[in-house]
């Protein structure tokens, strides 16, 4: 390749002639590192290279979830000089490709994602990502070793920030987390759609969980969420899928009416279908939110759509898929009030950790989890209702939510317990803010 060799900021060989194309290429690793609202910087890379592997690849990396359908036109780009790239180049479109296909291998993007960490025992970044990535198979404790060391590092480090955060919700201290969140805040105002707006998607959750006032809870969505979207470079679908999963979450816990003007509003924005099919969470969240305003033909035709690229896919991951599809229909049932229906769909042993293939994390999936809960109890189901819950709350005993599930179950089934389950809710209420 000799003299269109250039390296990045790593180290690595690119081919490539172009300065400009280098320097867009470095700015987009430190966006994508900090979680920057200034990702369309790769878009330049191209356009000072149309023929750079790495560029393209790069930016069909991120048109894949800011502009879809943008994508192909880079992929295949990057595709017609393949054999030209560089061994960097090369091992970076297979890892690209695999993680922004539509059919998928997971093991295969993980293992072609996990050769870094003993280059970038230095980095903050690299902690903050292996801390999530403990968080989500279950070793907390490592999980926060890893989140603090990315903190010491690097005290502005969004993502250590939040496996932090994390890591205290899972502990129920939820009240810590509040402190710790907002003391941390200051420092989100470069951070993308996502991160912002999940950050203090974070924030509201504990105010949720420890029992603070629900105004608390509407003051974070009205003005950190919500009002991210006034920004010209906000990325809607981001913001969508933190507002979506807060009103979720406010709805299963009895306070539709505090934020039932909110979700019509949303919906407003959500039938244009710009947003459909950018991400599994955002989709099924989607549908139950059309469901619940009375959107039934755009539920049908997004379900529908779902459906049909499942039909698309290999068998492997039509397989894996299944329990995402049988959630959306769950969640159509649900938003229309057929709890019934939603509770056959879901099974007698539903645990929302087994969807994990929609793209959501254990904190953002349990609220199905809830709401299956609150689904059995009020089809009457107090019995198997009690039985979940119990196995939950030796998990969450920190939660009030659960203890006042328990209190219903107990009294609809005639219990003692339901004395002993109201007075546990009662005093976590009254600890966490007062």
Not at 152 to 176: G, M, P, T
Not at 384 to 413: C, D, H
């Amino acid at each position: 390749m000799g003299e269109e060799v250039k390296v990045d900021k790593w180290g690595y060989e690119v081919n490539t002639s172009s300065d400009a194309c280098i320097s867009a290429i470095n700015a987009y690793y430190h966006q994508l590192l900090i979680y920057g609202r200034e990702r369309s910087v790769i878009l330049e890379a191209p356009l000072r290279d149309q023929h750079c592997v790495l560029a393209n690849i790069l930016a069909a990396h991120f048109l894949c979830s800011a502009d879809p359908s943008r994508a192909p036109l880079h992929i295949q780009a990057a595709k017609s000089r393949l054999q030209q790239a560089s061994a960097y180049e090369k091992a970076v479109f297979d890892a690209v490709s695999c993680l922004i296909s539509q059919d998928r291998d997971d093991d295969l993007a993980l293992e072609l994602h996990s050769k870094v960490l003993h280059e970038n025992q230095n980095e903050n970044y690299i902690y903050g990502m292996l801390a999530f990535s403990l968080l989500e198979c279950g070793q907390m404790v490592d999980a926060e070793k890893a989140a603090k060391r990315g903190f010491e590092i690097n005290k502005q480090d969004c993502w250590s920030q939040h496996a932090l955060c994390h890591v205290l919700q899972y502990e129920c201290r939820f009240k810590e987390a509040v402190e710790f969140m907002e003391e941390c805040s200051s420092s989100w105002s470069l951070c993308s759609s996502f991160m912002l707006t999940h950050n203090w998607w974070h924030v509201s959750l504990c105010y949720l969980e420890g029992h603070s006032s629900i105004r608390k809870v509407l003051e974070v969505y009205d003005n950190y969420i919500w009002k991210e979207l006034e920004r010209p470079d906000a990325a809607s679908a981001e913001v969508y899928l933190n507002a979506l999963g807060l009103l979720l979450r406010v709805y299963v816990r009895g306070h539709a009416v505090v934020f039932e003007d909110r979700l019509k509003t949303l919906v407003s924005r959500l039938t244009d279908q710009s947003t459909w099919y950018i991400e599994w969470h955002l989709d099924l969240l989607t549908i139950w939110a059309l469901a619940s305003t009375g959107e039934l033909v755009k539920t049908e035709a997004l379900l529908q759509g779902l459906k049909s690229r499942l039909s698309r896919m290999s068998k492997k991951k039509q397989q894996t898929m299944q329990r995402g599809i049988l959630l959306a229909e769950a969640l159509y049932e649900y938003g229309r009030g057929n709890h019934i229906r939603a509770l056959e769909l879901l099974g007698p042993d539903f645990n929302a950790n087994h969807c994990k293939m929609i793209g959501a994390s254990d904190e953002q999936l349990d609220v199905f989890n809830e709401l299956w809960y609150s689904m059995l109890l009020s089809t009457g189901q107090a019995t198997k209702a009690i039985e979940v819950i119990e196995k939950q709350v030796k998990n969450r005993e920190g939660v009030p939510f659960l203890w006042r599930l328990l209190e219903r179950g107990y009294s609809m089934t005639g219990k003692q317990e339901a004395r002993v389950a109201g007075e546990k809710a009662m005093a976590l209420e009254t600890s966490y803010f007062k």
